[in-house]
């Protein structure tokens, strides 16, 4: 009976993650070079990996047909302009809004006149200048996104304990996985008396990264924790987060090791000092290359799929990309979980108590 | 692509993957000799594994 349960569930949840192996455009024209082929490959791929202002799930640029939805736009240049991103046509025309005209150049926005014209300097660098950009771009909406689902699913797991000790409702699932994080993680790194604190922030950034991962890695053609953008926003929480709870102890071993002789502590001061910020600088790097890598090698054994365009080529590297696929499942909750652990790591760190009378 | 960065691609692979296949060796060995440590070791196992590829990939990632 659980095994059939089980069977099941594997099956849809396998399908789901394979069903961005199926075909995305035409390539029936049989005189396609393969130069062409390949040239397609990349745009597709960069399509996937940049953020953009508008969500095209899938795109036919010959027939020019796009499946998705577009995003406002909100730009502060002396004034606020709200507008659509369907004005701007896929980056083909100009939008104009108020009197001012407006240009996505290589996914930018940019201010321009009626033509739309846009001067490059000698390293091929627009100069016209850009307005603030605080659109909701695909990025920000999949957050978005995000943050509702995590509202639902957590605010119903906590809701159902009122009803009585066993939790209900499809948040249960995560309740192991939350146990896990308070007594595995949190606990051991930081201590029985202060891990309380720092549980709301090391749940929020553990599902925040899955979730956003495993997005990732459906066929929706989101790349958010692959922006480095988003993973250096964690890792200057986690940095603040550490900076402002260090206690007495911390700082003192930063700058004025205690258990060593001076000169070691006078070499060890500059390099605990840069450690200070290597660590969440590691932690962002961490985080971003290996989703991106992790995209851009997915999709690019995919677009070997239509570089073979046989059976035998076809099938094997298929195979090839839905184990890479199983690969990536299992790094989108190891990067989470990494990241979670090296932060409750660097908490604990920060708020140590003096334990260590002896030698360091 | 220059031939420089292939080879220097290459080699941070192969100091990642030596990195990571003697951890994943010492950890086997640790859980051989006692096999109901399972759990931790293979905690500190992920974790030692994961740091060495940040490295790797911030490296990859520069060149």
């Known amino acids: 009976m659980q095994s059939k349960f089980l069977l099941k569930f594997l099956t849809i949840t396998l399908l789901v993650f394979s069903l961005n192996l199926n075909a995305q455009h035409d390539t029936h024209d049989s005189s396609i070079e393969k130069v062409d082929l390949k040239a397609k490959i990349k745009a597709d791929i960069d399509h996937h990996i940049q953020d953009s202002h508008d969500f095209t799930f899938t795109y036919d640029k010959e027939n020019n047909k796009y499946w998705g939805f577009s995003l406002p736009i909100i730009l502060w240049d002396n004034g606020l302009h709200l507008f659509s991103s369907s004005k701007f046509h896929h980056g083909e025309s100009v939008a104009e809004n108020n009197g001012n005209y407006y240009k996505l150049y290589h996914n930018k926005i940019y201010k321009t006149d009626a033509e739309g014209s846009i001067s490059l300097d000698d390293h091929q660098h627009p100069t016209n200048s850009k307005p603030l950009d605080f659109s909701i771009t695909k990025n920000v909406f999949m957050i978005m996104v995000t943050s509702v689902l ?101 700082w003192k071993h930063i700058f004025w090791m205690p258990g060593v002789p001076v000169p070691m502590k006078i070499i060890l001061a500059p390099i605990e000092l840069l450690g200070v910020f290597i660590k969440p600088f590691a932690l962002m790097i961490r985080l971003y290359a290996n989703i991106m890598a992790g995209h851009i090698v997915l999709m690019s054994i995919i677009g070997l799929i239509f570089i073979f365009k046989n059976w035998i080529g076809g099938g094997l590297t298929f195979f090839l990309a839905f184990f890479l696929t199983l690969i990536e499942l299992l790094v989108a909750a190891l990067q989470a979980y990494i990241f979670t652990m090296l932060s409750a790591l660097y908490f604990g760190f920060a708020v140590e108590e003096h334990e260590h009378d002896e030698a360091h | 692509m220059e031939i420089p960065t292939i080879v220097g691609a290459g080699l941070i692979v192969i100091g990642a993957g030596i990195g990571i296949g003697r951890i994943g060796g010492s950890a086997m060995d640790a859980i051989a000799r006692q096999p109901e440590a399972y759990g931790k070791i293979q905690t500190a196992m992920l974790i030692a594994a994961a740091l060495i590829e940040g490295i790797g990939f911030a490296a990859l990632f520069a060149g």
């Not at chain 1, 957590?154 to 699932?173: E, V």
């Open chain 1, 150 to 250: 995590m509202l639902l699913l957590f605010g119903g797991l906590a809701r159902s304990f009122g009803k009585g000790p066993i939790a209900t409702g499809p948040g249960r699932f995560f309740e192991p996985i939350v146990v896990y994080i308070r007594d595995d993680i949190a606990r051991p790194n930081i201590g029985e008396a202060k891990y309380k604190r720092y549980m709301p922030y090391l749940l929020t950034v553990f599902f925040f990264v899955w979730f956003l991962n495993l997005f990732g890695l459906t066929p929706l053609g989101v790349n958010v924790t692959g922006n480095i953008a988003i993973t250096f926003a964690l890792a200057i929480i986690t940095f603040l987060i550490t900076q402002f709870s260090g206690n007495k102890n911390y």
